[in-house]
């Protein structure tokens, strides 16, 4: 071995043994330049110059503001920093009141079970999706397994978490009554109890929306629903729906 192979041979021994730098790349898109440390939620992190000067605006609300970081990396304005879903206590509040309202709405899905709401930021709840098989941009996820629980993403509205949980616990209420329903019948179900709730906190155009989602296993089979319930009854829709396979 001549002196420039030693040479070359050491220095890949070397690159091989030393750690790898420091993390070092922006922590919303991973790019490495321009970079610049600033203050997230009390931790320290760094930011591209792209990042940087993006367009100021809140992620939430899309109004123009002077947003600070959320840990995930969505832009959030001071009015949603008050407003909006951001901890684990404030869902666990929520989440109480989602539960009077099933047990107190006629169609109510019996709680007679109970399972963990956890609150999760945008990265985290998109790894769940993927783990489970799916992957596309949502607000909220019912896990069956490993553990059973639900997630909701972080920084929604208070209505809309609530939304979010009561679609997401109709899943779970499924799971353990009519578990091999159709997915139009299942979505169809979750989205009318969604319905329900929204409408019992007075939002009833937000409610409307649902039967206009491009999805048809979430819209027609909502619309579809809301018609056979004027024929028969909330109580018919349930029994519908706890008992059939499919959608008719
Ligand atoms: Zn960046
Ligand atoms: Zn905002
Ligand atoms: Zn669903």
Redo the contacts with the bound molecule.
């Keep these: 071995m001549n002196n420039k192979t030693f040479f070359l041979v050491a220095l890949l021994l070397l690159s091989l043994v030393l750690p790898a730098p420091a993390q070092s790349a922006c922590f919303i898109c991973g790019s490495q330049k321009s970079l610049r440390r600033i203050q997230v939620e009390k931790q320290n992190k760094l930011i591209c110059h792209d990042c940087r000067n993006q367009e100021q605006r809140?992620?939430?609300?899309?109004?123009a503001?002077t947003?600070e970081y959320m840990r995930d990396g969505r832009?959030?304005?001071?009015?949603?920093?008050n407003?909006?879903i951001l901890t684990q206590e404030q869902l666990d509040g929520l989440y109480d009141n989602v539960k009077s309202f099933l047990s107190r709405d006629p169609a109510g899905v019996v709680v007679n079970f109970t399972l963990p709401v956890q609150l999760a930021d945008k990265d985290e709840i998109q790894t769940k999706m993927i783990e489970g098989g799916r992957a596309m941009a949502v607000l909220g996820f019912y896990s069956p397994y490993n553990p059973e629980k639900i997630y909701i993403l972080s920084g929604q509205t208070e209505i809309d978490s609530g939304a979010t949980m009561v679609h997401e616990y109709t899943h779970a209420w499924q799971s353990r009554n009519c578990p091999s329903q159709d997915r139009a019948l299942k979505e169809g179900f979750a989205s009318y109890m969604e319905y329900r709730y929204l409408v019992s906190r007075g939002q009833k155009n937000k409610a409307m929306s649902l039967t206009r989602k491009n999805d048809p296993d979430y819209g027609e089979s909502l619309a579809k629903l809301l018609e056979m319930e004027k024929k028969v009854g909330v109580a018919g829709v349930v029994k519908y729906a706890t008992t059939q396979k499919a959608l008719p």
């Design positions: 809140c992620d939430l609300c899309r109004r503001c947003p832009r959030i304005c001071p009015t949603c920093k407003t909006r």
